[in-house]
């Protein structure tokens, strides 16, 4: 196994990953044209330098179901932060000696492996800037986690290749500021929430507003 790191300004939330990704399959490639093709890898740093909104933004984009077949493992820095360290603003717990609060990505993170599913599905006419990845459970659910790192909103439709959707369900994290934070007297300021997702002729619909991140959990028929 090789170990990486990455480390990314805050400022790059929004076109940073594209390059992550193109990064992690360069590595692909070099790594199957190498004398130990089965080589993985494991990410063992990687963050956004900071604990506002972008960083949560950075976390969602860099989803690594994409890369699962190269990146095996991987592990975010900072961890923990006492509130004090302020040099080290990038962490995603950070407590006092009477409370905590969760970093954006922390807060993201945790969503997406709540909404962990092993299997990868394609996505077809996903229109970029949105950046989107799904994957499959066991039970006729697929999971779509979408992240809009722009400042406009979308409205986003996702139709089964067959079928159609039976019920659908839709956590969101929008927070209206890049800057909106978690504090330890507001520890709960970005946090996910249910939103609105209709189905429309089979299709479920739902709108992503500027600069957030949502998972729709999908049901077919």
Not at 23 to 42: F, T
Not at 111 to 128: G, R
Not at 210 to 219: D, F, K, Q, S, T
Request: glycine share 4%; proline share 7%; net charge positive.
């Amino acid at each position: 196994m090789l170990s990486t790191r990455h480390y990314e300004r805050p400022d790059r939330f929004a076109d940073g990953p594209a390059r992550d990704e193109r990064w992690y399959s360069d590595l692909r490639d070099l790594i199957a044209r190498s004398r130990n093709p089965a080589l993985k890898l494991y990410v063992s740093e990687w963050n956004a330098q900071s604990t506002d909104w972008r960083t949560g933004l950075y976390a969602g984009s860099i989803a690594r179901e994409r890369r699962g077949d190269v990146v095996t493992l991987a592990a975010p820095a900072l961890f923990l932060r006492h509130v004090s360290a302020r040099a080290w603003d990038n962490a995603l717990i950070n407590f006092d000696a009477a409370g905590w609060f969760p970093a954006p990505n922390y807060v993201v993170m945790k969503l997406w492996w709540d909404h962990f599913a092993p299997e990868q599905v394609a996505l077809e006419d996903a229109a970029e800037p949105l950046n989107a990845v799904a994957t499959r459970a066991g039970d006729n659910r697929v999971i779509l986690k979408v992240v809009n790192p722009v400042a406009e909103p979308f409205v986003v439709e996702v139709r089964p290749a067959a079928g159609q959707w039976r019920d659908a369900a839709l956590t969101l994290v929008a927070t209206g500021s890049l800057r909106a934070r978690n504090t330890l007297s507001e520890p709960t300021a970005v946090a996910p929430r249910a939103a609105d997702i209709r189905l429309v002729d089979g299709a479920a619909r739902f709108e992503r507003p500027p600069h957030a991140a949502a998972v729709a959990v999908l049901r077919r028929h």
